[in-house]
C-alpha cells in the first residue's frame, strides 16, 4: 500500500530483537521520581509537597519551555527544567547539509542574536580551512557582532521587566531602540533577524551607502542618552529593587563549578570574557571594559546587561571610526567550500554566554559531525540550585535574568 | 583550537607519564585518554593544573572504524588556551563512559544530551534521562546505523 511503502525501509540496521516501536516506560513517572529526591526537613507537623507544572504553555516561560517544581507551601524544595518542545534536530540537518549551507541554520539558533551565531560558526570552518578574513570585513563583523549584543540585551531587558510585572510599558521604550539597530541589520544583509550574513573568509556583501553614516548618527548621538534615560527609570525603582536585589543568588563558586557563561557569570563576580580571555578577531585592538558585578542576584544580572549595553557601543565607537576601506572576502566566493579534515571548536562571546561550534570534517562537502555549545542550555544547569528556597513568584524573575532562547535550549 | 603549549605538553605528560597520548590524526589536536584514567585526569586537571571551567563535552560518532568518541573542553577562567582532551570507546552495546558530574557539575545537562542523541551511557550520573527526545522514543538519532550510507551524503549544491 502507499502509506506503508517506505523508500528507505531497509537501509537502518537495528540490534538483534529490537522493536523501536514497543512502549515500556513512562517518561513523567521518570521525571517525578527524580524530583522526589531532595533532602526532606522532618521537623513539626507533616506537611504533604505538591508537585507543579509550570507548564509548556506560560506567558513568562520564554517558548515552549517547562519547569517542574516541588513545592511546600509556596517555597520551592526543588525544581527540574524540562525542555525538547522546540527541539528540531539541527545537529543531524548540519550533518546533512555542506558547509555553507548551514549559515542559514545557525541564524535560527539563537532567533534574537542571529549575527553571533554566524560569528561562531564562520570562525570555526575559517579555523579548519586555515583563512583569515581581510581588514574591513573584520571590523564589520565586530560592529555587527555588538549591534547584535545591544539588541539582545535590549529585548532582555523589555522581556524580564515584562516578567517582573511592569508588562509592556519598558519592553516598548526598549524595543523601539532596537527597531533602529534591525533597520541597520535589514539594510545590510537583507533581513532584519535571520541575517546570514557572514561567509567563510569574510561578509556576504559590502555595507551600502550611507549605512555607516547612519550607524554614526545612531551610535554616538542617539542611543548613549535612551540608555541613560531607560536605566533612570529602571535602577532606582523600588520594585524591581525589592524583587531583585538578594533574590535568585548564584555564588561565584556555583557559578565557575555549573558552567554558567556570559552576563550570568560576570554578574556573580567573575571576570572573564572571551573577548579578553582569548580574543579571536579583531577585539585586542579596542578599549572597553569587562563589567561585573558583585551580588549575583536578579537586579545585578539587570544591571550588568546595561553595563554591557554601554562598552557595546563604546566598541562601536571606535570600529566605526577605524574602519579602513578594502575588500570584504579573502578568497573567492564558492558554492561548495573546499575544507581539510579535521577538527576545529570555534567560540564567540555571544550575548547570552560562550557559543561553541565544534565541526568533524572528514574532506567531505558535508561535516561529519557538528555539535553547537550552546549557552542557555548550559546556563539553565544552575537553574535548580538557584531556585531552592526561593518562592515560586521568584522562578519567573530568575529565569527571565537567565535571558533563554529555546532555539538554543533545544536547538 | 591550536595544537597545545609545549609547556603545558610537557608538564602534563610528566605528570601522567604514559596514561595520555597526543592526538596525532591529521587537522585534529588534543589528548587522548583511555576511560579507566578519566575521573583521576579530571581531578587533576582541576586541582592542580587550574583548569576549573568546563565548557563543553560532546560526543562524536565514528562509524568506519568502530569507536565513540566524547570530546571534552576544559579552559581557566583566569584566561588563556583551553584544553581539549578525548576518549575513545569501542562502540559495543554499550557504550560506558564514567561521568563528569562529581568534578564538574555543570557536565549534568550536556551528559544527558549524549545520552540522549548518541547513546553513550554515563556511569555515575545522578539522573541520566532523555532531554530532547522524551517519551517513547527508543532511538539514538545521531548514532550512525544505516546499513548503506545512501542518505548520509545527500546535499550537493549545483
Redesign the interface.
Known amino acids: 500500500m502507499a502509506e506503508n511503502s517506505n523508500l528507505?525501509d531497509?537501509?537502518?540496521?537495528?540490534?538483534q530483537g529490537?522493536n523501536?516501536e514497543?512502549?515500556?516506560?513512562d517518561?513523567e513517572k521518570?521525571?517525578y521520581d527524580?524530583l522526589q529526591?531532595y533532602q526532606k526537613n522532618e521537623i513539626g507537623l507533616e506537611t504533604d509537597h505538591i508537585i507543579v507544572n509550570i507548564g509548556p504553555q506560560h506567558p513568562s516561560t520564554h517558548g515552549v519551555f517547562r519547569v517542574a517544581v516541588i513545592l511546600d507551601g509556596e517555597t520551592i524544595v526543588n525544581l527540574k527544567p524540562?525542555?525538547?518542545y522546540l527541539?528540531r534536530?539541527h545537529?543531524?540537518i548540519g550533518?546533512?547539509?555542506?558547509y555553507?549551507?548551514n549559515m542559514p541554520y545557525t541564524d535560527r539558533l539563537d532567533y534574537l542574536a542571529s549575527m553571533s551565531n554566524n560569528f561562531g560558526y564562520a570562525l570555526a570552518v575559517e579555523?579548519?580551512m586555515g583563512i583569515k578574513p581581510p581588514e574591513r570585513a573584520d571590523y564589520i563583523r565586530v560592529m555587527m557582532a555588538e549591534m547584535t549584543r545591544i539588541s539582545n540585551h535590549l529585548f532582555l531587558i523589555g522581556s524580564l521587566l515584562n516578567d517582573l510585572g511592569a508588562y509592556f510599558t519598558p519592553m516598548l521604550y526598549a524595543l523601539e531602540e532596537r527597531e533602529l539597530i534591525l533597520d541597520i541589520f535589514e539594510a545590510v544583509a537583507g533581513s532584519r533577524m535571520m541575517c546570514n550574513f557572514f561567509r567563510f573568509g569574510g561578509i556576504a556583501r559590502d555595507l551600502p551607502e550611507g549605512t555607516l553614516q547612519k550607524i554614526k548618527e545612531i551610535f554616538f548621538e542617539r542611543l548613549p542618552r535612551k540608555i541613560d534615560e531607560i536605566d533612570r527609570f529602571l535602577s532606582e525603582n523600588e520594585i524591581i529593587r525589592s524583587r531583585g536585589v538578594g533574590q535568585g543568588v548564584l555564588t561565584p563558586e556555583n557559578a565557575?563549578?555549573?558552567?554558567?557563561t556570559g552576563p550570568l557569570l560576570r554578574a556573580s563576580g567573575?571576570p572573564?570574557d572571551i573577548r579578553?580571555?582569548?580574543p579571536y578577531s579583531i577585539y585586542n585592538r579596542f578599549e572597553f571594559d569587562v563589567c561585573t558585578r558583585k551580588n549575583g542576584d536578579i537586579y545585578d544580572r539587570l544591571m550588568v546587561r546595561f553595563d554591557e549595553i554601554r562598552q557595546s557601543i563604546r566598541i562601536i565607537q571606535q570600529a566605526a571610526k577605524q574602519i579602513p576601506e578594502g575588500p570584504v572576502m579573502s578568497v573567492k566566493p564558492m558554492?561548495?567550500v573546499r575544507v581539510?579534515?579535521?577538527?576545529?571548536?570555534g567560540?564567540v562571546e555571544g550575548p547570552k554566554g560562550?557559543l561553541?561550534f565544534?565541526v568533524?570534517?572528514d574532506g567531505?562537502?558535508?561535516p561529519?559531525?557538528y555539535?553547537v555549545?550552546a549557552p542557555s542550555?548550559?546556563n539553565?544547569?544552575a537553574f535548580g540550585p538557584m531556585c531552592i528556597g526561593q518562592k515560586i513568584a521568584d522562578v519567573v524573575g530568575v529565569l527571565g535574568s537567565i535571558d533563554i532562547v529555546l532555539g538554543e535550549v533545544?536547538r | 583550537?591550536a595544537a597545545p603549549l609545549s609547556s603545558q605538553t610537557q608538564e602534563l605528560s610528566s605528570r601522567f607519564s604514559n596514561r595520555i597520548n597526543v592526538d596525532t590524526?591529521?587537522?585534529?589536536?588534543g589528548w587522548l585518554l583511555d576511560k579507566s584514567h578519566l575521573l583521576e585526569f579530571a581531578i587533576a586537571l582541576r586541582d592542580e593544573f587550574g583548569y576549573?571551567?568546563?565548557?563543553?563535552i560532546?560526543g562524536?560518532?565514528y562509524l568506519p572504524e568502530g569507536k565513540m568518541e566524547i570530546?571534552y573542553?576544559v579552559?581557566r577562567?583566569?584566561?588563556?588556551?583551553?584544553l581539549?582532551f578525548k576518549v575513545q570507546v569501542p562502540r559495543t552495546?554499550p557504550v560506558e563512559v564514567p561521568s563528569l558530574v562529581s568534578t564538574?557539575?555543570?557536565?549534568?545537562?550536556?551528559e544527558r544530551?549524549a545520552w540522549d542523541?548518541l547513546g553513550i551511557k554515563f556511569t555515575g550520573h545522578?539522573?541520566l534521562?532523555?532531554?530532547?527526545?522524551?517519551?517513547?522514543f527508543?532511538?539514538f538519532?545521531?548514532a550512525e546505523?544505516?546499513?548503506?550510507a545512501?542518505?548520509?551524503?545527500?546535499?550537493?549544491?549545483?
Not at chain 1, 340 to 345: I, L, M
Not at chain 2, 77 to 82: A, F, K, N, R, S
Not at chain 2, 129 to 136: T, W
Request: with cysteine; hydrophobic share 30%.
Open positions: 528507505f531497509d537501509n537502518i540496521a537495528y540490534p529490537f523501536p514497543s512502549q515500556s516506560f517518561p521518570a521525571l527524580a529526591t524540562v525542555m525538547g527541539h534536530n545537529e543531524k550533518e546533512r547539509n555542506t555553507i549551507m579555523k579548519l565557575i563549578r555549573f558552567s554558567a567573575i572573564y579578553r580571555a582569548e558554492y561548495q581539510p579534515p579535521g577538527e576545529a571548536y567560540r560562550e561553541g565544534y568533524v570534517s567531505k562537502p558535508n561529519w559531525r555539535h555549545r542550555f548550559i539553565l544547569t533545544d | 583550537m590524526r591529521p587537522g585534529y589536536s576549573d571551567y568546563l565548557s563543553s560532546t562524536v560518532d570530546v573542553q579552559y577562567t583566569t584566561g588563556g588556551p583551553g581539549m552495546d564538574y557539575p555543570g557536565a549534568e545537562l550536556q544530551e542523541l545522578p539522573d534521562r532523555r532531554i530532547f527526545y522524551v517519551g517513547r527508543r532511538r538519532p545521531l546505523r544505516l546499513a548503506r545512501i542518505l548520509r551524503r545527500r546535499c550537493q549544491t549545483f
